[in-house]
């Protein structure tokens, strides 16, 4: 993004290295389904394990049903959750006992945990149970865990990122740039008979339905920008990326704030809001007005 680095912060339950002998323990007849397990409808929920206690295969039941939008392996979720060890009954992680729900990509968890919550819906609570090898196969010693231990979470999905903009569109005004979709992106037309903008101008192209970004706001995004004077494309970063807001160029920082989460919007950026003495990382001489094609994915706080 526009002066961004590109880093990613996560908290979740990190992957580990699987390991062919972990199984549960030998006294422990792993179940074939989660009956035994119990679960209030708390907005804290409270567990109930028959310790000890295996299951044979990952598996996940939908506990209170979501909305539409459903993750997908490569989603980005904000979560709160309860980690406890079957073979204990005992709770090794809590987002609620810490207070603030955890963001994470599921690319960056633990096998059963990505596989329970793939397919799910936001807003669902979900109750996953997985076998060692699709937890933590060499165990995990500064949370009690053994190898060969099964593990239980309870998941409360609280928003996720979308893939493209969502929501309902919005006729732009009269005399910008024209944007149409094609199968790689958005295309740019500028109008022959356009007047070239002197300030920050903020087209809403679709109004989305998620929270909206603030100024400590960590946004994913993805976008394209071009140079007003040619049409021609400055930057291609059709496809997820994420920053803190607070990094980014002053027409960014002032045109995103307040646009919801889902959002395609339309920012033509005068000279002295995104490089006035130009840019050699992009071929951006000086003085350039640009404009760009914003899709909002997501957006985190802190």
């Known amino acids: 993004m526009p002066e961004a680095s590109e880093s990613v912060t996560t908290a979740a339950p990190s992957p580990a290295e699987p390991s062919e002998s972990a199984s549960p323990t030998p006294s422990i007849t792993p179940a074939t389904d989660l009956s035994a397990i119990t679960v209030s409808d708390t907005d804290q929920p409270e567990v109930t394990i028959p310790a000890p206690w295996a299951i044979n295969e990952t598996q996940s039941e939908v506990l209170r049903e979501g909305g539409e939008q459903t993750l997908n392996a490569d989603s980005t979720a904000t979560l709160h959750y309860v980690g406890l060890n079957g073979r204990t009954g005992e709770v090794f992680d809590s987002s609620y006992e810490r207070g603030a729900p955890a963001t994470f990509p599921l690319q960056g968890v633990v096998p059963g945990f990505a596989e329970g919550l793939t397919g799910q819906s936001v807003g669902s609570r979900v109750l996953i149970a997985m076998p060692s090898e699709d937890g933590y196969a060499q165990g995990n010693?500064?949370?009690?865990?053994?190898?060969?231990?099964?593990?239980?979470?309870?998941?409360?999905?609280?928003?996720?990122?979308?893939?493209e903009a969502t929501g309902?569109?919005?006729?732009?005004?009269?005399?910008?740039?024209?944007?149409?979709?094609?199968?790689?992106?958005?295309?740019?037309?500028?109008?022959?008979?356009?007047?070239?903008?002197?300030e920050l101008v903020v087209q809403p192209l679709i109004e989305g339905?998620?929270?909206?970004?603030?100024?400590?706001?960590?946004?994913?995004?993805?976008?394209?920008?071009?140079?007003?004077?040619?049409?021609?494309?400055?930057?291609?970063?059709?496809?997820?990326?994420?920053?803190?807001?607070?990094?980014?160029?002053?027409?960014?920082?002032?045109?995103?704030?307040?646009?919801?989460?889902?959002?395609?919007?339309?920012?033509?950026?005068?000279?002295?809001?995104?490089?006035?003495?130009?840019?050699?990382?992009?071929?951006?001489?000086?003085?350039?007005?640009?404009?760009?094609?914003?899709?909002?994915?997501?957006?985190?706080?802190?």
């Open 141 to 163: 010693p500064d949370a009690g865990i053994e190898v060969g231990d099964t593990i239980v979470f309870v998941v409360d999905i609280i928003s996720a990122n979308f893939e």
């Open 168 to 198: 309902e569109e919005v006729a732009p005004a009269a005399g910008l740039p024209t944007v149409t979709m094609a199968e790689d992106g958005p295309q740019l037309t500028i109008p022959d008979d356009a007047t070239k903008p002197t």
């Open 209 to 302: 339905t998620g929270a909206a970004v603030t100024e400590t706001s960590s946004i994913q995004v993805k976008y394209r920008s071009w140079e007003w004077d040619t049409g021609e494309i400055v930057e291609d970063a059709w496809r997820p990326q994420q920053g803190p807001l607070a990094d980014l160029i002053e027409g960014w920082k002032q045109g995103l704030v307040g646009q919801p989460v889902g959002s395609r919007v339309m920012l033509v950026v005068p000279p002295e809001m995104a490089y006035p003495d130009g840019s050699p990382d992009i071929d951006l001489e000086a003085g350039k007005t640009l404009v760009y094609v914003v899709d909002v994915l997501y957006a985190t706080e802190g």
